[in-house]
T-cell receptor, first 116, second 111 residues
Framework: GAGVSQSPRYKVAKRGQDVALRCDPI?????LFWYQQALGQGPEFLTY????????KSGLPSDRFFAERPEGSVSTLKIQRTQQEDSAVYLC??????????????FGDGTRLSIL | EDQVTQSPEALRLQEGESSSLNCSYT??????LFWYRQDPGKGPEFLFT???AGEEKEKERLKATLTKKESFLHITAPKPEDSATYLC????????????FGTGTRLQVTL
């Protein structure tokens, strides 16, 4: 498809387990972003990649959160030793522009993560 | 600290009843203001980007405007299919493209 694709759409894990969330951006998009959206709230920034370089990870809430984009295309967000407060929708967005452009970000439909 | 505040939190309109949603912002320097629409279970869908005070953009029944402190999303003669959450977000100078979002306005349009 032409849009941003995220998998899985839903993930249920027990507290303490590790999870990995995948994002396939729009083909050719240089910039890739991860956001976390709690119920009834707006998305909150987690991290930003320009190609394979992670240029901003200021929004990652703890060192249990790790993101990578090794070949400058697909990205994975990994959460280690999950906690209940990690339950949220994780959104991925991509953009054709580089770091300081005003190109709009296009979002996937997210992964809904539930920690039991 | 950069802040985005949207009002009202929720709005219920009858079909054809025009209204406006508000997004007020406090930022160190505005690079762009973005409006998105989000349907339940879906990701935000891009609507508009505004860059400078006085700018306006239109798409079908929606019109977005920008001043130095706030933006409005005007909805003219809404239809039930316009029901969604409308999110406002800002890009701030020196922050390399990340978006800071408000909490959104949940719009319901009834027949």
């Amino acid at each position: 498809g032409a849009g941003v694709s995220q998998s899985p759409r839903y993930k249920v894990a027990k507290r303490g387990q590790d999870v990995a969330l995948r994002c396939d951006p729009i083909s050719g998009h240089v910039s890739l972003f991860w956001y976390q959206q709690a119920l009834g709230q707006g998305p909150e920034f987690l991290t930003y990649f320009q190609n394979e370089a992670q240029l901003d990870k200021s929004g990652l809430p703890s060192d249990r959160f790790f993101a990578e984009r090794p070949e400058g295309s697909v990205s994975t967000l990994k959460i280690q030793r999950t906690q209940q407060e990690d339950s949220a929708v994780y959104l991925c967005a991509s953009s054709a522009g580089t770091g300081h452009s005003n190109q709009p970000q296009h979002f996937g439909d997210g992964t809904r993560l539930s920690i039991l | 600290e950069d802040q985005v505040t949207q009002s009202p939190e929720a709005l219920r309109l009858q079909e054809g009843e025009s209204s406006s949603l508000n997004c007020s912002y406090t930022v160190s320097g505005l690079r762009g203001l973005f409006w998105y629409r989000q349907d339940p279970g879906k990701g935000p869908e891009f609507l508009f980007t505004l860059y400078s005070a006085g700018e306006e953009k239109e798409k079908e029944r929606l019109k977005a405007t920008l001043t130095k402190k706030e933006s409005f999303l005007h909805i003219t003669a809404p239809k039930p299919e316009d029901s969604a959450t409308y999110l406002c977000a800002v890009q701030v100078t020196g922050t390399a493209s990340k978006l800071t979002f408000g909490t959104g306005t949940r719009l319901q349009v009834t027949l």
